[in-house]
């Protein structure tokens, strides 16, 4: 598809007639108990935010560093925006990549009036000294149990930054997610059991079809997966809880998906196995590449800022503030 010097094809053959069949591996039959159990649990904190303002670059926007307590009383630190001058109703938790995050992002399309940024457990200012903040050891950290995997961990915390906006200004009207890469598979797998999330935004989501992924070569923390299950074989089982797709079963909430065709780093069967498995409302978007420079490149960035737009505009305000 693109000139490229990867030792492997990062469309691995696949079509997108081809990838919209590619289905979702059958959960394991305890999967929305463990998921609830987690979520269950997460609520039950008390999130205790902690704001500290900062000078902003936008005088349209109040900008802050936040922390909050999460599962395990574990402080997640990041970002918070709000608009100046205006009382928010409308919200968003917004994941990150695996190369965290060192600020908000202000200037996202669609802004809503209150946004978190929270830093993934390891990263940024959620940093600890025996946490990693690379992705190759991130994603197999404590992955002899799914108690311990340190991705669902990061999981439960973005169902504290739900808490802790709620928190904050109770009568939200509408509180979306967004996230790409790894912040879309942590945002896969956090919709199903999160009521409180009335639309929601995946770009290039990872942690889609475990099992094929064992298969596929890449550059990304897929990679660190393959090799640790063919030296060691210890990785499929607690995967099994975190596969995106088998959650996108059970994900009734409006969600749009931006998917890429090419990618060395997420492999495109896994994120359109999310896509393909959602079981509410839908929209696709289709990126030629992701995770790689080609020329057109901003072409692609364009098109998803605009559906991003038009997604966010269409989401009706509940009649109701956002269930607490």
Same mark, same amino acid.
């Given at each position: ?29 305890? @999967? ?217 079963? @059970? ?60 997604? @966010? ?12």
């Amino acid at each position: 598809m693109f000139p490229h010097d990867f030792p492997f094809d990062p469309a691995y053959g696949f079509t997108a007639s081809t990838l919209r069949q590619v289905p979702a591996p059958k959960p394991p039959a305890d @999967f929305a108990d463990f998921w609830t159990d987690v979520y269950t649990r997460t609520r039950a904190v008390d999130p205790d935010p902690v704001l500290r303002p900062l000078t902003s670059p936008d005088p349209t926007l109040e900008l802050f560093e936040i922390d909050y307590t999460s599962l395990g009383g574990f402080r997640v630190g990041g970002w918070l925006t709000r608009r100046t001058g205006r009382h928010p109703r409308s919200a968003a938790v917004v994941g990150h990549g695996y190369g965290g995050r060192d600020a908000a992002d202000a200037a996202m399309p669609a802004p809503p009036d209150l946004a978190i940024f929270p830093c993934a457990r390891g990263f940024n200012r959620s940093a600890r000294a025996d946490l990693p903040n690379d992705s190759p050891r991130h994603v197999v950290h404590g992955i002899e149990s799914r108690d311990t995997y340190l991705p669902g961990l990061c999981v439960a915390d973005l169902f504290g930054a739900v808490t802790c906006l709620l928190s904050l200004h109770p009568d939200l009207q509408t509180l979306a997610y967004r996230g790409g890469s790894f912040g879309g598979g942590l945002g896969a797998l956090m919709l199903p059991w999160e009521p409180r999330i009335t639309r929601a935004m995946l770009d290039i989501p990872t942690f889609g079809n475990h099992p094929l992924r064992l298969t596929l070569p890449g550059v990304g923390s897929g990679e660190s997966l393959r090799i640790r299950h063919r030296r060691r074989g210890d990785v499929a089982e607690t995967l099994r809880y975190f596969d995106a797709a088998s959650a996108a079963t @059970f994900c009734h909430t409006p969600t749009l998906v931006a998917a890429a065709l090419f990618d060395p780093c997420v492999a495109p069967p896994g994120q359109f196995a999310i896509y393909n498995a959602l079981a509410g409302e839908k929209r696709l978007l289709i990126r030629r590449a992701a995770h790689f420079d080609f020329p057109q490149g901003a072409d692609d960035n364009a098109a998803v800022d605009r559906a991003v737009v038009e997604w @966010f505009s269409d989401a009706a305000p509940m009649g109701q503030p956002a269930v607490r």
